[in-house]
């Protein structure tokens, strides 16, 4: 599999795994800050970007093996993990199947899945169903403050790594079938569990659920943001990586 990444800064290792539809770009009002203090790895999952996109449906314990090579091809035995919505689903199968790479485990707005989870907000499942314009998706992550600077950016990014349909499908795949409720007290890695209180993409409440079944695990919620909170408020979130995993 051919997984485009890149490299920035010095200082421990950490592994950044974004979610559905966004390309290594989505890290970008935190990487800068970020590589102050950590070399921070970032990189396309396959499906988009210019990384490989293979004829789905996906699994996360794919894209979690995906991730392991991107370690193995930066030289890295062990870093922090940072996932995001779907990427804190391939890190949760990261942090589970391949135990003695992950450091510190970092879950950002997303959730174990499974039956038990609180399923999709009914907002973005409207959007799922009624052919929601790209703007539309953008502003609904942005949810509870869809500010017109951000949504453009973000925008922007998107109509430039646009994927194609099957690949979207694709990922998506791997997220419908994703389930580690069950798996999820196995995972040893310390954890900090952050998610935006207004998120209408993942039901805030899987946030209580997920830190309540990790073993190490502690919880802040954003007041005020949505689902791409580290967007809009990213100051407090390098804060709240730093003070975690230095």
Sequence with gaps: ????????????????????????????????PLSRSFEVLLFDNRGIGESDAPPGPYKAAEMAFDAVQVLDEAGIARAHVLGTSLGGMVAQELALAHSLRVDKLVLACTTTGGAQAHPMPEQTVR????????????????????????????????????????????????????????RAGSIAAPALVLHGDGDVVVDPRNAELLAGLLPHASLELFPGTGHLFFWQQPERFVRLLEEFLL
């Design 127 to 182: 959007l799922l169903a009624n052919g929601a314009t790209l703007r539309d998706f953008v502003e609904n992550a942005l949810e509870p403050d869809p500010r017109t600077e951000l949504v453009e950016r973000i925008l922007a990014h998107r109509v430039a790594t646009a994927q194609s349909r099957e690949a979207w499908l694709a990922q998506a795949a791997a997220g419908a079938a994703f389930d580690a409720y069950e």
């Design 1 to 32: 599999m051919r997984i485009a990444w890149e490299r920035h800064g010095s200082g421990p290792p950490l592994l950044l795994i974004h979610g559905l539809g966004y390309a290594r770009w989505g890290w970008e009002p935190v990487v800068g």
